[in-house]
Nanobody, 124 residues
Framework: QVQLVESGGGLVQAGGSLRLSCAAS????????MGWFRQAPGKEREFVAV????????SYESSVKGRFTISRDNAKNTVYLHMNGMKPENTEGYYC?????????????????WGKGTQVTVSS
C-alpha cells in the first residue's frame, strides 16, 4: 500500500521559513517523480513544485520560484519543500504527490498518489 505522509506544516510569520517533508512508503521511491501541490478552501489544487527521479531537474510555479526549493533524499524515501519568504497568501494545505510518468509536469492528472496534506498558515 502506497503511503505519502506529509509533515512540517504549521504557523509561521510572514517572511519566515518552513520545511515540509513527505515520507513515502510502498513504492520504489527512486522511480517516481515527486511533486508538491497546494490547495486553499474552496479552490482547486494548484501545482507548486516538482522534482525528477534523480533530483537533477526541478520546476516551480512562477510565484514561488526563488523562494521555495524542492529536494529529495532517495535513501530516505523523502521529498522536501523548503519555503522561504513566506507570504500570507501561501496559507494553504500542501500536498505531496508521486508520478510514475517521466514527465516533470504541473498537471495533477500526471500524479497517481497523493498524501493527505499538511496545513501551512502564514500570519501577517
Amino acid at each position: 500500500q502506497v503511503q505519502l505522509v506529509e509533515s512540517g506544516g504549521g504557523l509561521v510569520q510572514a517572511g519566515g521559513s518552513l520545511r515540509l517533508s513527505c515520507a513515502a512508503s510502498g513504492l520504489p521511491f527512486g522511480s517516481y517523480v515527486m511533486g508538491w501541490f497546494r490547495q486553499a478552501p474552496g479552490k482547486e489544487r494548484e501545482f507548486v513544485a516538482v522534482i525528477s527521479r534523480t533530483g537533477d531537474s526541478t520546476s516551480y510555479e512562477s510565484s514561488v520560484k526563488g523562494r521555495f526549493t524542492i529536494s529529495r533524499d532517495n535513501a530516505k524515501n523523502t521529498v522536501y519543500l523548503h519555503m522561504n519568504g513566506m507570504k500570507p497568501e501561501n496559507t494553504e494545505g500542501y500536498y505531496c504527490t508521486a508520478s510514475f510518468s517521466q514527465i516533470i509536469g504541473a498537471e495533477s492528472y500526471l500524479y497517481a498518489y497523493w498524501g493527505k496534506g499538511t496545513q501551512v498558515t502564514v500570519s501577517s
